[in-house]
């Protein structure tokens, strides 16, 4: 678990810069006209789709008026290119499992991007369902509380409905279903405590520990394809020393 949820953290610490908060919102924008197509409409009570993007954008610190200036955007079809969904597939150093989400007005131009990160990065692109099989689909939620607050948190999270929970200094992530993700979420709350993130996400049934330069190799790759324009999420199965991210996190 120290492998994602620390990458996590130092994904989350570098949207804090300037440069990178305008792409992320950029992103997070994209991905609020597309919930509005494909969920139903702009009504967020009707819309279970909406409702995470718009989540997802306000725990990202996205401003209300950028998020309302999006969804009437996509509602009113003004100056939106169509959007496609798209997964690439792939294997990183050591054979890492790499899946990356896309929203594209042009497959092209993303399929040559995405290509030639993973080819420049030790990487290689593979056919579609090649990885993905390692993945399912669930609800996330991240937090950090009180160590001595960790086990209460748990316990709350498994009688909201939670599937798992797992710690580290802290750290906290809890797996719900994506029907239960946002009542989990909503149990966590009312008891006072803050939670950082909750989306559905791509969890690895088994992970790849990495090592020396592989890692460094690796967490560049990723950072890579998640920098690249219509790339909305990027999921691994590799399990990062905790030394080795600490040190890249450093130098980035």
């Known amino acids: 678990m120290s492998g994602h949820s620390k990458w996590s953290t130092i994904k989350h610490q570098k949207a804090s810069t300037d440069a990178r908060r305008g792409q992320l919102f950029t ?12 969920g139903g409409g702009s009504n ?54 790499i899946l990356a989400e896309c929203l594209t007005s042009n497959r092209n131009r993303t399929s040559s991007d995405v290509r030639a990160v993973f080819s420049k990065l030790g990487g290689n692109l593979g056919e579609a369902g090649c990885v993905s099989w390692n993945f399912q689909t669930k609800g996330l939620i991240s937090l950090n509380t009180d160590p001595d607050n960790v086990e209460a948190v748990a316990l709350l999270a498994i009688d909201g409905g939670a599937d798992d929970v797992k710690v580290e200094e802290g750290y906290v992530e809890i ?74 996190s450093n130098q980035s």
Do not use: C, H, W
Not at 27 to 38: D, F, H, M, N, Y
């Open 175 to 248: 797996y719900t279903s994506s029907q239960n993700l946002e009542s989990v979420r909503d149990k966590v709350e009312s008891s006072g405590i803050k939670v950082n993130s909750s989306e559905e996400s791509k969890i690895p049934s088994s992970m790849v520990p990495m090592e020396g330069k592989q890692s460094y190799q690796t967490l560049k790759l990723l950072d890579s394809l998640e920098e690249l324009e219509d790339v909305q999420k990027v999921y691994s199965n590799a399990d990062f020393p905790d030394e080795v991210l600490e040190g890249y």
């Open 44 to 97: 967020e009570d009707m819309n279970f789709k909406l409702r995470l993007a718009v989540q997802k954008a306000k725990d990202n610190n996205m401003p209300s008026d950028n998020i309302e200036r999006a969804i009437k955007k996509a509602a009113g079809g003004e100056g939106q290119d169509q959007l496609e969904d798209t997964i690439y597939e792939g294997y990183g150093p050591g054979g890492v499992a």
């Open 27 to 38: 992103k997070l924008a994209k991905g609020i006209a597309q919930a509005v197509r494909q």
